[in-house]
């Protein structure tokens, strides 16, 4: 059974990894990043109070998804273990996250760390922004995601390192090759 935290900033590959990872360990994947684009996309009171933030590239409020996961990991497909994609990304929704595992009596196994540098990361977005065409993969608001990314979600690494449960990936390389050393890592 494996409960995983996927942790790395945005364009680290960290989606496309997830889902190999959840497919070999036949685990949910939860990425609250899908979910809330879902719901923009659905026009629904959630999506509406995201929309604005994620445009510009900021974190959507502790609140909105804290209550995302409160609600998915009661869910009966977690049960057999899950892959958080995305969640947490502030010392705040980490905390609630702690409080949630100890209100559900189930403990994380892993928290992996895709490590990308930012020259890399930007590059790698913008030809996602070709490809994709995703409305948060502009210049500026990617800069705005990084920015965000150190200086509220680096902090998050240091949390789980003291905790013992930090496994930290070098992201460079190919699909493949990452994919390898997370399982190596996972066992
Ligand atoms: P990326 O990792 O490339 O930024 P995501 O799909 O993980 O892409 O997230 C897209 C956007 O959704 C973020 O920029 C943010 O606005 C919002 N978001 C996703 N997860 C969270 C979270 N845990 N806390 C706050 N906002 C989030």
Redesign the pocket.
């Known amino acids: 059974m494996k409960r995983l935290i996927f942790m790395?900033?945005?364009?680290?590959g960290?989606?496309t990894q997830a889902k190999i990872i959840c497919d070999d360990y036949k685990i949910p994947q939860i990425?609250?990043?899908?979910i809330?684009?879902n719901a923009v996309k659905s026009g629904t009171e959630m999506g509406l109070k995201?929309q604005k933030?994620?445009e510009a590239?900021?974190?959507?409020?502790?609140s909105?998804?804290i209550g995302i996961i409160g609600e998915r990991l009661r869910e009966k497909d977690c049960s057999t273990g899950f892959l958080l994609?995305?969640?947490?990304?502030?010392i705040e929704?980490a905390d609630a996250l702690g409080k949630l595992l100890t209100e559900l009596g189930i403990k994380l196994d892993s928290v992996i760390n895709l490590a990308v540098p930012d020259a890399d990361l930007v590059k790698r977005?913008l030809d996602r922004a070709i490809k994709e065409g995703r409305a948060?993969d502009n210049e500026e608001t990617i800069k705005n995601?990084l920015a965000?990314?150190n200086s509220k979600t680096l902090p998050l690494l240091d949390y789980y390192r003291k905790k013992g449960s930090l496994r930290e990936i070098d992201g460079l390389g190919s699909m493949q090759d990452i994919a390898a050393k997370i399982k190596k890592e996972l066992g």
């Open positions: 790395g900033p945005p364009g680290a960290k989606g990425s609250t990043g899908d809330l684009r995201a933030f994620m590239g900021d974190l959507v409020p502790d909105v998804v994609d995305g969640f947490p990304r502030t929704q977005l948060d995601r965000n990314y």
